[in-house]
């Protein structure tokens, strides 16, 4: 196991900018059962300091090398079965770094249907194709009369049966097919044309109706759109390589060639050249392009799981309005606007639906009762969900609060993705069950105010529609990746353990669900917990799960004031020493920065904690149980523009970036239709990466530059006026693609031009994620 773990760091660490003995010391807690957030935070001495980001790629790693392992020694146990174990060989399947070349090495013994060379060599014929790698001045006509017997019916056949046997010995060779490959990712085109008849049917594709590009630079978001045409049998797609290569011995016919030394010596070397020309066009072009199809889902995969993750990220981390009386209002046009009334702590206090839209219009009706729960609840804030309805559900409450007397509660728009899974989930018929399920979805628009972290965890992330394809992805993979998302936000930021729910505390490190069900029932029958180590009279939750989850969660006011920090229990001594030193009373000393500032950290290094647990101590202590999310802000959108009808181009509005693609960023400006800020519009200054420059929750200022209200198409830009668009060093930094999760776009044609070649084929085929 230890020369396992040895090995498997030595491959990791190079990936990860680690030394051997980091990655080492990670693998052996991960196979101890610590988790990621734990090891980040409480085992820096361990690990020599390897941050989140570097142990993610660590464990991620760590499983495909174990899967490759794996798969190794069952080729490794198959081809000893069958007597064919070679010394070379087997150096061979032991140096292969990758899936692909274990593979490429197991062909030739894998068990397969019988195949023509088979019948070749049962005919006799395999010492003929023999006779013709060895003699290659031979004329193979000549060599193929001796073969004329039983089954073989004449010379035609005999050499057709020697062409199935070499061609079965190129195509199984692992060191040509590896060559071979490589000489495809680099000079393959992708090709898509239009199936015949599905022009007007496919119409959202069109970009792609006769579209070439170099496989190896094909964007994500281009490749999965095309993928989707596939699919849906609107498009052909092909990988062609050396298209364009006037010469009769096509480039990868010579790569053959070379690798078993063909030439012009006589007519077996020539014929094994058109054999080697044969073999390329029927067997390996068609599998090696299958290969390179499969390659392009999954980089593509992996650029599409790796936008949503970093959305997820950004929103689930957004800054919370906080602990203060919210009112959630949830619009809708014929079936009325749902209210919930939420305390600071979540708490339901009232529902009620109102109308005051067609049929029933009743305006005033609907602002007093608002009103009366303002009053009623002291409410300070005002959630009102972004959907059918928003805008004139705002400018209700906007009239509402003008007549209310200071302090009035600020009004604020908030993304409603995922709520209405939330009331049909089972999470929400446990917390409400005697309440409608069309209410459901307004207090979760209040609490996700309050704090979205806490309430868009009880959602599954794939519904909160931040991604881009996400439903054309490995599911699998995309799980994957957003659960470990949550995971590491949520013990970021921490969780109050006596209001914190038990899909919050499922997350925390070490807890399971089964766990924060128990530690919920326990604080409902014997109130809440005074100290952290309350914890381990939890059902079925032992030392190992306190161990790991104990720093994540947090009880202001206990009987422990460092149980309200982010310092580990198992590290209070060294807390207490750091106290000591001040001879301080610990409440008065934390959050004295000047006094703590003073100290030395190297005072309180011991055998078991090191620097940077100390540094991490005194850090906590000079600001306990701070919260890493940015201070709350709300965008204003502007009076009078509530349709897309009402944008005109130049107009600069206030908006919330909702989502980030490759291409660029979308923008709720408050019509209903995100607006798109394509890449080259985000900066005064070439952008190769949106995230460098906005994230999901942002405010921002943009300007309308083209509005298309028939196809519901919205371009911003946040450059200066007058600005030119930073220019593009290829192509790959443009995107065809370009759609909101509500549909919106920039607008085609003019806007492609202006905005570096958007296409409405992608916006359209997003629509459906």
Known sequence: MAA???????????????????????IGLIDEGATVPFIA??????????????????????????????????????????????????????GAATKAELEDLY??????????????????????????????TADPAKLAEGYVAGEVTDVKMALEGARDIVAETISENAGLLGRLRQHMRNGAMLKAKVVEGKQEAGAKFADYFDHSERWVTAP??????????????????????????????????????????IGDKGPADRWLMDV????????????????????????????AIHVFSRNLKDLLLAAPAGSRPTMGLDPGIRTGVKVAVVDGTGKLLETTTVYPFPPRNDVRGTQAELANLVRKYKIELIAIGNGTGSRETEKLVADMLTNLTAPK??????????????????????????????????VSIARRLQDPLAELVKIEPKSIGVGQYQHDVDQGKLSRSLDAVVEDAVNAVGVDLNTASAPLLSRVSGLSRSIADAIVVHRDQNGPFQSRKELLKVARLGNRTFE??????????????????????????????????CGRDLRTLMGDSAALKKLDPRRFVDEQFGLPTVKDILAELEKPGRDPRPSFKTATFAEGIDEISD???????????????????????????????????????????????????????????????????????????????????????????????????????????????????????????
């Open 409 to 442: 509660p600020t009004k604020v728009i908030v993304s409603e993705a995922g709520a209405s899974v939330y009331s049909a989930s089972e999470t929400a018929a446990a917390e409400f069950p005697g309440l409608d399920v069309s209410l459901r979805g307004a």
């Open 647 to 769: 944008l005109k181009p130049g107009l600069i509005l206030e908006g919330t970036v909702t989502n980030v693609a490759a291409f660029g960023a979308f923008v709720d400006i408050g019509v209903h239709q995100d607006g798109l800020v394509h890449v080259s519009q985000l900066a005064d200054r070439f952008v190769k990466d949106p995230h460098e420059v906005v994230k999901a929750g942002d405010v921002v200022k943009v300007r309308v530059v083209e509005v298309d209200v028939k196809r519901k198409r919205i371009g911003l830009t946040m450059r200066k006026e007058g600005g030119e668009p930073a220019p593009a060093p290829t192509r790959d930094n443009r995107s065809n693609a370009n759609t909101s999760r509500y549909g919106s776009a920039a607008p085609a044609k003019k806007a492609e031009r202006q905005m570096g070649g958007l296409g409405a084929a992608l916006a359209e085929a997003m629509k459906k994620r």
């Open 4 to 26: 396992d773990i040895r090995s498997l760091a030595a491959v990791i660490s190079a990936e990860i900018n680690a030394r051997p003995d980091q990655a080492a010391a990670a």
């Open 107 to 136: 062909l030739p013994y894998k068990p397969k249907r019988r195949t023509r060379a088979e019948i070749a060599r049962e005919r006799g014929l395999g010492p003929l194709a023999d006779a013709i790698w060895a003699e290659r």
């Open 41 to 94: 935070r409480y085992r820096k001495e361990v690990t020599g300091g390897l941050d989140d980001t570097q142990l993610r790629t660590l464990s991620e790693r760590l499983v495909y090398l174990r899967e490759l392992e794996a798969r190794r020694v069952s080729i490794v146990e198959s081809i000893n079965s069958q007597g064919k174990m070679t010394d070379e060989l087997a150096s061979k399947l032991a």
């Open 548 to 581: 790991q989850a104990a720093g994540f969660l947090r009880i202001p006011n206990g009987k422990e004031p460092l149980d309200a920090s982010a310092v580990h229990p198992e590290a209070y001594g060294v807390a207490k020493k750091i106290v000591a030193a």
């Open 276 to 303: 080697a020309g044969w073999t390329w066009r029927v067997k390996l072009n068609t599998s090696l392009s299958l290969d390179l199809m499969r390659e392009l889902r999954e980089r593509a995969e992996e650029e």
């Open 220 to 261: 994500g978001h281009r490749a999965l759109a095309m993928l989707r045409g596939w699919n849906e049998e609107v498009l052909t797609l092909s990988i062609e390589v050396d298209q364009d290569d006037p010469s009769p011995v096509k480039p990868a016919q010579r790569i053959i060639a070379a690798t078993f030394q």
